[in-house]
């Protein structure tokens, strides 16, 4: 019988083989810092937003290929630059607050969406330009609850909660898990918890607009 050094034997008695290890948050948040986009609403504030196709196409009169980004609709304005490009409205979903806007190509690579919504206690992150600033926060917390409906403003849900306040600015961004996909988008938060739709929303709602889908 082949008698195995003491750290490999460790690693597999605890299933953590160092190849098939999962991203690192660090990872995750390096992969998704070039795909999120500062969401600047006129002279009323900002938000965040994110790549999920890099590979569409322009209308008639555009002949490069333009970015479709993801946002939160209560973002929507009279004016709309994302990345420091104008954008022009896609898709707006006010009910489920979502909003698809079309921006010329900023040379970003687009976000996968999840299959499925994360489960309760999952370890998420979330990522944003909150308060406006000019680097965006990387913020880990884990999921509370599921299926909530908040009345706020008209959206109805289903909200998914973390244990983690979302901060001004932050609203449209992505809630991400290890692999690096959606989960959920940033949409609603109180001074404790943060609320936002999840994948399978996302999905039937906008997964037409996304290049990476399950």
């Not at 900023?106 to 000019?134: H, M, Q």
Request: glycine content about 12%; overall charge negative.
């Amino acid at each position: 019988m082949r008698i195995l050094s003491l750290p490999l034997a460790l690693l597999l008695f605890f299933g953590v083989a160092p190849a098939f290890a999962q991203n690192t948050w660090t990872t995750v948040a390096e992969q998704v810092k070039r795909s999120t986009v500062f969401v600047q609403i006129g002279e009323q504030g900002s938000c965040t937003g994110f790549i999920i196709n890099d590979k569409a196409k322009g209308g008639e009169d555009k002949k490069d290929d333009v970015d479709y980004i993801l946002t939160a609709a209560h973002c929507d304005g009279s004016k709309l630059w994302v990345g420091g490009a104008p954008a022009i409205v896609k898709s707006k979903d006010s009910k489920k607050d979502l909003m698809v806007v079309e921006v010329e190509n900023l040379n970003k690579p687009a976000l996968r969406l999840a299959a499925k919504d994360p489960e309760v206690g999952d370890e998420v992150a979330s990522f944003g330009f909150g308060y406006g600033l000019e680097d965006p926060m990387f913020r880990v917390a884990n999921v509370a609850a599921k299926g909530l409906y908040i009345p706020h403003d008209g959206i109805g849900g289903p909200f998914i909660s973390i244990n983690a306040s979302f901060v001004p600015g932050q609203s449209g961004g992505p809630v991400l898990n290890h692999a690096g996909e959606i989960v959920m988008v940033v949409q609603l938060g109180t001074p404790v918890v943060g609320f936002g739709v999840g994948a399978e929303i996302i999905q039937d709602k906008v997964g037409r607009f996304f290049s990476q889908v399950p």
